[in-house]
């Protein structure tokens, strides 16, 4: 449990960092042509230029790591009452108030995933869509098996 609240406190510096670094790369690379010049357009289209690329990757460093902190911060709210895994410790059952949060968080990692990968999909960020599809609704998928007071 100590590793999750670690990572939640560690996880807001390494978003911004990552952001931070993101804006670089895009400040950097806004004077370099994002599309290729010559070749067939599916081709063109598909297939990012190496200064476009760098972006890409920047956003999926910063999409990963605002995904971590994400998630953590669900596991570290619902340790408080909610989840029941031997590995977190039991503080107790919660206020019966607290009967859906599991099952609103993993909604919320669900949709989180879509919006966030249709996102990077309509912007061309192909590695950016990926860490999105793949990190999420695996995350979901892990806080919806977790056993609580109310299953």
Do not use: K
């Not at 010559?38 to 289209?45: E, I, T």
């Not at 990757?57 to 911060?73: E, F, G, K, N, P």
């Amino acid at each position: 449990m100590l590793l999750f609240g670690f990572v939640f406190l560690l996880g807001w510096a390494a978003a911004l960092a990552a952001l931070v670094r993101a804006v670089v790369v895009l400040v950097r690379i806004r004077r370099v042509d994002w599309v290729r010049g010559r070749g067939n357009p599916a081709v063109r289209l598909l297939l990012p230029t190496p200064a476009f690329r760098r972006l890409d990757v920047a956003l999926a460093v910063t999409a990963l790591l605002a995904d971590l902190w994400l998630i953590s911060t669900a596991i570290v709210f619902g340790v408080d009452g909610v989840f029941t895994e031997g590995w977190m410790g039991h503080s107790g059952m919660m206020d019966p108030t607290g009967q859906s949060y599991q099952a609103d968080v993993v909604n919320v990692l669900d949709t989180t995933a879509w919006w966030t990968f249709g996102t990077a999909v309509l912007c061309r960020c192909w590695t950016t869509a990926a860490v999105q599809i793949c990190v999420l609704p695996a995350a979901a998928w892990w806080i919806g098996s977790f056993h609580t007071y109310y299953n």
